[in-house]
C-alpha cells in the first residue's frame, strides 16, 4: 500500500498563490493518475469536488473547469511528486485539498488532506 503526505496550504488574501505538494511513497510504478480533490464544509472525501490530475507516464494534465487558467498541474519524477500551483486565488476555493493516486489496478489512495483558506 503506497502513502501519500501533502504540503503547502494555508490562508492567503484572495487574487494570492499557493502551491500544493504531494509526495507518494511505495508503489507510484504502479500509478497511473495523481491529483487533487476538494472537500468543502458539510461534504464527505469521497464526495468531494475534482480539482486537478496528471498520468503519471505520459504527463497529460486534467482539470475542473473551475479552476482552469488559474492551476497547474506538474509532476517531478524523480521525486515521486506532483504539485497544484494556485493562482488568482479566490474565497471560493477554500477548501481542504487532498491528493489521489488510482494505481493502474486497486484502489484510489488518499493523502491526508491540507487546509487552503482564501480570505476576501
Known amino acids: 500500500q503506497g502513502q501519500l503526505v501533502e504540503s503547502g496550504g494555508g490562508l492567503v488574501q484572495a487574487g494570492g498563490s499557493l502551491r500544493l505538494a504531494c509526495e507518494a511513497f511505495?508503489?507510484?510504478?504502479?500509478?497511473?493518475?495523481i491529483g487533487w480533490f476538494r472537500q468543502t464544509p458539510g461534504k464527505e472525501r469521497d464526495l468531494g469536488d475534482f480539482?486537478?490530475?496528471?498520468?503519471?507516464?505520459?504527463?497529460?494534465?486534467l482539470y475542473a473547469d473551475s479552476v482552469k487558467g488559474r492551476f497547474t498541474v506538474s509532476k517531478d519524477t524523480a521525486n515521486s511528486t506532483v504539485y497544484l500551483q494556485m493562482n488568482s486565488l479566490k474565497p471560493e476555493d477554500t477548501a481542504v485539498y487532498y491528493c489521489?493516486?488510482?494505481?493502474?489496478?486497486?484502489?484510489?489512495?488518499w493523502g491526508q488532506g491540507t487546509q487552503v483558506t482564501v480570505s476576501s
Open positions: 480539482v486537478a490530475g496528471i498520468t503519471w507516464r505520459s504527463g497529460r494534465q
Open positions: 511505495g508503489r507510484i510504478n504502479n500509478a497511473h493518475t
Open positions: 489521489y493516486l488510482d494505481p493502474t489496478s486497486g484502489s484510489r489512495i
